[in-house]
C-alpha cells in the first residue's frame, strides 16, 4: 500500500480464515485507502473453518459467512464481496437478494461473482448490478475473451483476473525440465494438466515469446505478461500473488509499462499463435467453472 497498490483481495476459504486475519491485521489504519475484496462460497463450517463437500451459498449461510469475514477482517464493510463459486442448488436471484440485504445494512458495498456462467451473470446482474467478475485470465488461458470480457463490457461490470501469471509460468523461472511433485497439497501445480511434463515442453513456446517481449522493451517477463493483460481493455485488474517482496515490487511497476499500437498487435498476434496444452484446471475444479444457477421457482 505504502506504493500505490488500493486493492486487496482475500476470502474466507484461503486458510481457511487465515488470510482474512492477515488482510484485517494488516489494515489496521490503513482500511480508508483501500479497496477491500472478500469472497463466499464454499462449504465451509463457519465455528471449525473445517471444509466441507460441495458449494454452500444459501442465504442464511452467505449471510453468517459475511459476519466472520468482516469479525476477522476488523471491518465494518466489504467493498467487493464474491460469490467464490456459482452453487448448482442455489438460484443466483436468491443470492443477489442476501448480498442486496447486506449492501442495504451497509455491509457490503458491491456485489461480484467467480467464474460464472454467462446467463447467470445476467441473472445476478438484473438483481443486484455486478461490479466484477473475478476469472482467470492471462497469456497463457484466453478464455475470456470470447464471452466474458464482452459480456462485462456491455453491461459495465469490471473484469479482476486471477492466476495473471499463469501460476509462474510466465515469470520465466519454470521451464520444461520443472516437475512439481505428486502433492497438490503442497503445490498445486502437481495437479494442473497444463503444467505435466508433456503439455509443460510444448507449452514452453509461449514461455520464450514472453522472454523475447520482455528483452525487447528491457522488461522482466512478469512485468510484460502484467502490462499485456491491463493493455487488453481499460476495465481489468490482475490480482499477482507472490511470497518474495522483491517480486512484488516488479509486478507493481508493470502497471506503467506501455504498448504503441503496433506493438500491441504484433504482441497479440505471437501470443494468440501459440497452442496451449492441457486444460487450465484439474477436473473437479474446473467442473466448478461456467456452472449456471438453477431457476427460481
Partial sequence: MDQGVTLIDTAEVYGPFISEEIVGDALQGL???????????????????????GLNSRPEHIKRAVEGSLRRLRTDRIDVLYQHRVDPRVPIEDVAGAVKDLVAEGKVLHFGLSEPGLETIRRAHAVLPLAAIQNEYSMVWRGPETDVLPLCEELGIGFVSWA?????????????????????????????????????????????VVRTWAQRKQVKPAQLALAWLLAQKPFIVP??????AAHLDENIAAAAITFTQDELHRLNADVAAVKIEGARLPPPVLAMSGVEAPPKT
Fill in 239 to 244: 490480482i499477482p500473488g507472490t511470497t518474495k
Fill in 31 to 53: 482500511r480508508e485507502t483501500v479497496v477491500l475484496e472478500s469472497k463466499f462460497g464454499f462449504n465451509v463450517d463457519l465455528e471449525t473453518g473445517k471444509i466441507g463437500e
Fill in 164 to 208: 495473471p501469471l499463469g501460476y509462474g509460468f510466465l515469470t520465466g523461472t519454470i521451464t520444461a525440465e520443472s516437475r512439481f511433485g505428486d502433492d497438490p497439497e503442497r503445490d498445486f501445480r502437481a495437479w494442473v494438466p497444463r503444467m505435466a511434463e508433456d503439455a509443460l515442453a510444448a507449452n514452453m513456446a509461449l514461455v520464450e
